[in-house]
């Protein structure tokens, strides 16, 4: 479990882990936000963001290998709200799985990413 704490273009990189067992490679998450899977499986992946819009619709996307995965969109206004999904996935190692955003993210314990491998 990891809260955002650089948003680099629309890439949310979650750099601050406050907990991890078993993954070995936290270095390259850090650096760029995007995890790469270590190991075959099946994969619980859940984002909550605390988002603020301004005049027009937000949405952030989970992204698996290039490709959009799952997103959540979130309807116009000037305030800060927080939108989350939980997903399942089938990750092979190497994969790779990051969030990208369209909108304002407030970073630290407002925003944060999980990934648990379940099977």
């Given amino acids: 479990m990891a809260h955002a704490t650089f948003i680099s273009s629309n890439v949310i990189q979650f750099n601050d882990v406050k ?3 078993g993954i ?4 390259t998450s ?5 995890f790469v899977c270590e190991k075959d499986g099946t994969y619980l992946v859940s984002v909550s963001l605390s988002i603020r819009l301004t005049d027009s619709d937000g ?5 698996h290998n290039g490709a959009l995965y799952s997103c959540t969109e979130s309807p116009h206004g000037n305030e800060w709200h927080s939108y989350s999904t939980t997903i399942v ?12 955003h369209n909108s304002s993210v407030e970073k630290g314990r407002y925003s944060h990413f999980v990934i648990i491998k379940i099977y």
């Fill in 89 to 100: 996935m089938n990750l092979k190692k190497n994969d790779t799985v990051w969030v990208i």
């Fill in 24 to 27: 070995n490679n936290l270095a």
């Fill in 30 to 34: 850090k650096s760029n936000g995007k």
């Fill in 59 to 63: 949405a952030f996307c989970i992204q």
């Fill in 19 to 21: 907990l991890s067992f």
